[in-house]
Nanobody, 126 residues
Framework: QVQLVESGGATVQAGDSLRLSCAAPGRAFTHYTMAWFYHAPGMEREFVAADSWGGATAYYGDAVKGLFTIYRDNAQKTVYLTMNNQRPEDAAVYYC???????????????????WGQGTQVTVSS
């Protein structure tokens, strides 16, 4: 079973930046779309960002456009999420996911992804 391992979650102050990492050592990494979702208490799991197959293009949820950046290191089989100017509403558990058959119309849907990490907690204090 493929394991995705997230790290980097922390407690930060509003306005700070944070970088999350997700390692996928067992994957043919360039063959997968990689994505981040977040899940806040009482809310549905929401799409944050995804890249295209191999990482050539990035896509973002409306709430994070201009603030977050997804990028990958194919050699290290790791995808990153840089979060700038953190806001209290960014606090959540962040999950990394991968999918082999994600399309443009489905990349924001959690059901489109094959494997998930265990999640990493981000807390933002104001």
């Amino acid at each position: 079973q493929v394991q995705l391992v997230e790290s980097g979650g922390a407690t930060v102050q509003a306005g700070d930046s944070l970088r999350l990492s997700c390692a996928a050592p067992g994957r043919a990494f360039t063959h997968y779309t990689m994505a981040w979702f977040y899940h806040a208490p009482g809310m549905e799991r929401e799409f944050v960002a995804a890249d295209s197959w191999g990482g050539a293009t990035a896509y973002y949820g409306d709430a994070v456009k201009g603030l977050f950046t997804i990028y990958r290191d194919n050699a290290q089989k790791t995808v990153y999420l840089t979060m700038n100017n953190q806001r209290p509403e960014d606090a959540a558990v962040y999950y990394c996911a991968d999918g082999a058959s994600v399309t443009g119309g489905t990349r924001a849907q959690a059901a489109s992804y094959d494997s998930w990490g265990q999640g990493t907690q981000v807390t933002v204090s104001s």
